[in-house]
């Protein structure tokens, strides 16, 4: 392995000898309802172009990627994530709607336009309203002249999991956020998915290394992986390369990516299941008719059978707590901002389940937030004008910050922040409770975007505040983004207003050579009426002033809890039904009495 300073001044060189040959890369995106039955159940599905799965985005480190989108759904709006990468200098580009952009109206048309600066594997899906599990999601490719394992493998395969609903989200979520639904208890998914089919084959060749670049898509479910046979090498988690780890079985939650080293064996006489399987943990209830697995193939023999999957005892995946970055950054020890995130799930006064960071639950402003850091003078550093239901907490630029996340569910969550790899410093077993701040760290942690918290424990990640913008970080289970737990990032405001503007006096940068925001952009928020000046109330006045603002609903009154719901919501089920019975018995013919009596 390359010594850190040998392997910076390697990346330096493919750097400038690639700057001169950086490439363009646009796409033009027709964002349209197609049919698809990845699973046998044919359903309408957000495709792209008049297709599903949507195509991938591929590129280079150094490239210029261009997305043209076109809103053609007819009845929903639309957004485009990028997810994973950092959008150094471009966070207007990011595409959460109120928070980096307005959402694409019907019609609308909206450009992306980006600079790549960090290789690996991605993905992009919407980031609206719980859009993308109805299909709006797809890898992201970014290819690396300087790769370190470059010259260890002959192909590379792209392998997506996920879950997949026959029902369409705007009504699974209108049932999941009521007071019909006062558990929370999250809709289990129909079925999974293997590159957005099932019954996938991969034909490989003997003693051949393939790197399958590997992407969990999901809504929901995380996926136990494994390659019945086949031993997998780690090189790279969510864009960070690795030094090699072996593992037999890895662990996806929602959003995460690996690549792992595959070699093939010589003899070509059997072909091996390549097997997913949801982690049933999260699901409330299990259906009867449910199958947690989806399978493929490494197929080596055409003419041969294809082998169903033999059982396991138990799921014993690959720690990737354990992996250490191929290039070996330290624990940043010294803590400039420290916070704690406290999150649970709870009710509201409407009798609907909320989840919560420090007691808050997110509701999105009026203004989107990155429209009023850059219309609010000095005052953007005061968290207090993104609004209470926002969960912003501001930065100043290079800071090292700490994030303490206490899990106070029982539940496993996917946690994910944008802009930035935090190193994850620590992960607390189930059970731990919330953190003691005594625990020894790695010397050289982990990194990633994305990562998993265990039930009722806690994580603490670090990173380096040396990216100016807004940045959301949030629970991957897209059912718990739809309630609230969320929170915002305010990265170096003042620091942004000198290099991003709105073109619209008075709010223009000072500085002349301050990249404006595109003329698409502001469209889509005048085309649904949505204000992009002032706090998150709208109001450019006084900017302390938040009356008017996007708020949850009230508190349950005092001594109401959830089990209190919970009954509720069964004697009005049941006092219906009965109504509904005497109503019925009420109608039928009484048989043997003639009429008038006598």
Not at 180 to 205: F, H, K, R
Not at 228 to 241: A, C, L
């Amino acid at each position: 392995m390359a010594p850190l300073s040998a392997f910076s001044a390697m990346l330096t060189l493919f750097a400038l000898a690639y700057l001169s040959i950086a490439a363009t890369v646009t796409y033009n995106f027709n964002i349209t309802w197609v049919t698809a039955q990845p699973d046998g159940f044919s359903r309408p599905t957000i495709g792209i172009n008049g297709q599903w799965p949507i195509p991938p985005i591929t590129a280079t480190v150094g490239d210029r990627v261009i997305v043209n989108v076109q809103n053609q759904l007819g009845n929903q709006t639309t957004s485009l994530h990028f997810h994973g990468l950092y959008m150094n200098g471009t966070t207007h580009m990011d595409g959460p709607v109120g928070v980096n952009q307005c959402t694409i109206p019907v019609g609308g048309s909206f450009v992306y336009d980006f600079k790549i600066d960090q290789p690996g594997t991605y993905w992009y899906h919407s980031h609206d309203v719980g859009q993308y599990p109805d299909g709006l999601r797809g890898p992201m490719i970014i290819s690396d002249p300087a790769f370190p394992y470059k010259d260890q493998y002959d192909e590379e395969v792209v392998l997506t999991l996920s879950d997949w609903y026959h029902d369409l989200m705007p009504g699974l979520l209108k049932h999941f956020i009521s007071y019909a639904n006062p558990t929370g208890a999250e809709p289990v998914p129909d079925s999974a998915l293997m590159n957005e089919t099932q019954n996938l084959n991969v034909n490989v060749e003997p003693g051949k290394t393939y790197m399958f670049r590997i992407v969990n898509l999901a809504a929901f479910a995380a996926q136990y992986l494994w390659f019945e046979g086949h031993t997998m090498q780690v090189v790279e988690v969510d864009g960070i390369y690795t030094e090699p780890a072996e593992a037999e079985m890895i662990y996806l939650t929602a959003a995460q990516r690996y690549s792992v080293l595959i070699t093939s064996k010589n003899d070509t006489s059997s072909n091996f299941a390549i097997v997913g399987s949801m982690d049933q943990d999260l699901f409330d209830a299990i259906p009867a008719n449910l199958n947690p697995n989806v399978t493929g193939w490494l197929v080596y023999d055409k003419t041969a059978p294809l082998p169903a999957p033999a059982l396991i005892d138990s799921f014993e995946p690959f720690d990737d707590f354990t992996l250490v970055p191929y290039d070996r950054q330290p624990l940043f020890e010294k803590v400039d901002y420290s916070f704690n995130l406290d999150m649970k799930m709870d009710n509201l006064g409407d009798g609907a389940n909320y989840a919560f960071f420090n007691g808050l639950t997110y509701v999105a402003p009026k203004v989107p937030t990155l429209y009023s850091a850059l219309t609010s003078g000095n005052l953007a550093t005061n968290p207090a004008i993104y609004g209470k239901s926002t969960n912003s907490f501001v930065l100043e630029k290079n800071q090292i910050v700490e994030i303490v996340l206490n899990n106070m569910d029982p539940g496993k969550h996917p946690f994910h922040l944008h802009g930035h790899a935090f190193q994850a410093v620590f992960r607390s077993a189930e059970g731990a409770g919330m953190y003691a701040g005594n625990e020894t760290l790695s010397e050289f942690p982990m990194r990633r975007d994305t990562i998993s918290v265990n039930p009722n424990g806690n994580i603490v990640l670090r990173f380096r505040a040396d990216n100016p913008g807004i940045w959301l970080f949030h629970c991957h289970i897209e059912w718990h983004i739809a309630s609230g737990l969320t929170a915002t990032i305010i990265e170096a405001p003042l620091d942004l207003q000198q290099t991003l503007s709105l073109a619209s006096s008075p709010y223009a940068s000072p500085n002349s050579s301050a990249v404006m925001i595109p003329t698409s952009h502001i469209e889509a928020c005048t085309k649904r009426n949505v204000p992009i000046a002032g706090n998150a109330a709208g109001n450019t006045v006084d900017l302390l002033d938040l009356t008017g603002e996007n708020v949850p609903p009230e508190p349950l009154p005092a001594g109401f809890e959830a089990r209190g719901i919970v009954a509720l919501v069964f004697s009005v089920v049941a006092a219906f039904v009965g109504m509904g019975v005497i109503g019925w018995y009420g109608g039928l013919e009484i048989k043997g009495v003639k009429a008038g009596g006598g």
